[in-house]
């Protein structure tokens, strides 16, 4: 089955093989619940709790493919959600500080990563915060849909970084990469629509 979606992000135009391994890598059924493990391969979104999803296989491997991770980079992720991202930066060699602003998801993914022998650094928090105490990062990605590119979160890159996000307060969202040029200065490129849950600012649960 694991196979079978690796084909397909591939027919879909998932060309880094290296993001196609980690599809194969990784049992995204773990990150279900039991109930549904056998479509877990499919190419499809599924709620995780808390109002949220784990995203489609294909906007994970979009996503993961436009940030163009090199190993040992140092990688922010806001909103950890099922973990299932933060195991795929994993597995591609980054060093993953991943925010998420549900506890209950928080601690499910925490458990999961440690599980599955990943070793990333897992926060309870406000994304729009950022991890300042760990910054600067070499690149961020979003999984949630942000009104607006989170200044803060910018201020938190490397200078020649990347942020992947995607930006809109409606049902859909443009993808957008953020490449900081200096301080004070960003250049922005659009890749698509796409739908995600939104990311809320100070709140927490």
């Known amino acids: 089955m694991r196979r079978q979606l690796v084909r397909e992000l591939s027919d879909r135009g998932i060309k880094s093989k290296q993001v196609l391994d980690c599809f194969e890598a990784i049992p995204r059924h773990y990150f ?8 877990a391969y499919s190419n499809t979104a599924f709620q995780i709790g808390s109002g949220q999803t784990i995203s489609h296989p294909y906007t994970v491997a979009y996503q993961t493919e436009l940030l163009d991770i090199q190993k040992g980079e140092k990688i922010l992720e806001i909103g950890s959600g099922s ?4 195991c795929v930066l994993c597995e591609m060699g980054a060093k993953v500080f991943s925010v998420e602003r ?15 022998k990943y070793n990333a650094r897992l926060s309870f928090g406000d994304g729009y915060k950022g991890l300042p105490t760990f910054a600067p990062f070499d690149k961020i990605i979003i999984t949630c849909g942000a009104p607006e590119i989170p200044e803060e979160l910018v201020n938190q890159m490397k200078v ?3 942020m992947i996000i995607p930006i809109g307060e409606g049902v859909e969202q443009q993808m957008k990469k ?4 200096s301080d004070g200065e960003i250049t922005i490129e659009d890749f698509g629509v796409f739908k995600f849950v939104p990311m809320l600012e100070n709140k927490v649960k």
């Open 102 to 116: 549900h506890k209950e998801l928080h601690l499910k993914a925490k458990n999961i990563v440690r599980q599955l």
């Open 160 to 162: 020649g970084g990347i």
């Open 178 to 181: 953020i490449v900081k040029i």
């Open 83 to 86: 973990g299932f991202q933060t």
């Open 32 to 39: 279900l619940d039991n109930a549904f493990a056998e479509q």
